[in-house]
């Protein structure tokens, strides 16, 4: 098998990059030349703190609640704009920790969830 070197792009400009900035030990970012010597800047999403859901009493769940329907979908309520959304098929629920994370798919808050009185 021939291998073909890859054609890397710098971040800033979108001219070859010849240089990588070391942002983290698993990250580094790809610039060329000039972009190298000037100073950039790198956005970091948020972290948040993990939040607990409160079970609901009713269906639609209201922000900051969680629902199991009897068909046993498990819907939230999103605690930041209070969006009703349907988990996926990826999503499980061990020992009460939504896994993966939740992705608000209005508002785009992304969190570590647990469900307060989850019980299988």
């Given at each position: 098998m021939?291998l073909?070197?890859?054609?890397?792009?710098?971040?800033?400009?979108?001219?070859?990059?010849?240089?990588?900035?070391?942002?983290?030990?698993?990250v580094?970012?790809?610039?060329?030349?000039a972009?190298?010597?000037?100073?950039?800047?790198?956005?970091v999403?948020?972290?948040?703190?993990?939040?607990?859901?409160?079970?609901?009493?009713?269906?639609?769940?209201r922000?900051?609640?969680?629902?199991?329907?009897?068909?046993?979908?498990?819907?939230?309520?999103?605690?930041?704009?209070?969006?009703?959304?349907?988990t996926?098929?990826?999503?499980?629920v061990?020992?009460?920790?939504?896994?993966?994370?939740?992705?608000c798919?209005?508002?785009?808050?992304?969190?570590?969830?647990?469900?307060?009185?989850?019980?299988?």
């Amino acid at each position: 098998m021939e291998l073909k070197p890859i054609r890397v792009l710098c971040v800033k400009c979108g001219k070859q990059a010849t240089h990588a900035a070391e942002y983290s030990k698993k990250v580094a970012i790809p610039l060329c030349e000039a972009c190298i010597k000037s100073p950039i800047r790198i956005a970091v999403l948020p972290t948040h703190e993990p939040s607990t859901l409160e079970p609901a009493n009713k269906f639609p769940p209201r922000k900051g609640e969680w629902f199991n329907t009897p068909d046993g979908n498990l819907v939230l309520g999103c605690p930041q704009c209070g969006s009703v959304v349907s988990t996926t098929s990826i999503h499980k629920v061990e020992s009460g920790k939504l896994k993966p994370s939740f992705i608000c798919p209005e508002c785009k808050l992304h969190l570590f969830l647990s469900l307060a009185e989850w019980q299988l």
